[in-house]
């Protein structure tokens, strides 16, 4: 006599669904994943994969790049708490690190979200999920650490440059999500110390050997 599935809420049964979905997209890809093989992963009926997960392959791959994204900017966003009582540097390498922390710790949604999905059908859900994460770290370094008229580009540099060191990670890197943090603040702090103080590197500045 087999054991009757445990009935779970709807919003349980939904993650339960992500989660599997995120680990089979991040194994096979968009286009050789199959719900057959999701709802295997999940251990539920390929129905309750449809009902959960928007009722298509696309949806479900859809809905984990917008989980994945949410959860990177809910990480970020969560140093903003911070703004007033610690020193922008602080707040900064902190905000690096819960970046650094959540993608190591969610592999298979870094993988979706940054590498399976960035080009063909699913790029302009990534470009405006990546826009969020952006647009949010923006608003933080205008709160004290760059003019308020700097801080898009600056944040969108920052937020490439963390994407890169975590493809270096994925790609046979090692380190915690202090040395990585630590690393790309080697790299970016020295930078928004001068433009917090109005020393913004100009072309000028460029030395040709012998003038």
Do not use: N
């Not at 190591?104 to 990546?130: I, K, M, P």
């Not at 040395?179 to 080697?186: E, H, I, K, T």
């Amino acid at each position: 006599m087999s054991t009757p599935r445990r009935r779970l809420p709807p919003e349980q049964r939904e993650r339960q669904v992500l989660d599997a979905a995120a680990r089979v997209f991040a194994r096979s890809g968009f286009h050789d994943a199959s719900m057959d093989a999701v709802a295997d992963e999940a251990g539920v009926s390929k129905p309750m994969v449809y009902t959960h997960g928007g009722g298509s392959k696309e949806e479900l791959f859809a809905r984990c790049i917008r989980r994945e994204a949410d959860r990177l900017l809910t990480s970020v966003s969560a140093t903003g708490d911070l703004v007033g009582d610690t020193a922008p540097e602080t707040r900064l390498f902190r905000g690096l690190r819960a970046f650094f922390t959540t993608v190591t710790t969610h592999r298979e949604g870094w993988t979706v979200l940054y590498r399976q999905a960035r080009a063909g059908t699913f790029a302009e859900e990534v470009f405006s999920a990546r826009s969020r994460i952006v647009t949010r770290v923006a608003e933080l370094l205008a709160d004290e650490s760059v003019a308020p008229a700097a801080a898009l580009p600056v944040a969108s540099t920052l937020v490439g440059a963390a994407e890169g060191l975590a493809d270096w990670y994925f790609d046979g890197g090692s380190g915690t999500p202090d040395d990585l943090a630590a690393q790309l603040m080697s790299v970016v702090w020295p930078g928004l110390a001068a433009l917090r103080a109005g020393q913004a590197w100009s072309p000028a500045d460029v030395r040709v050997p012998g003038s």
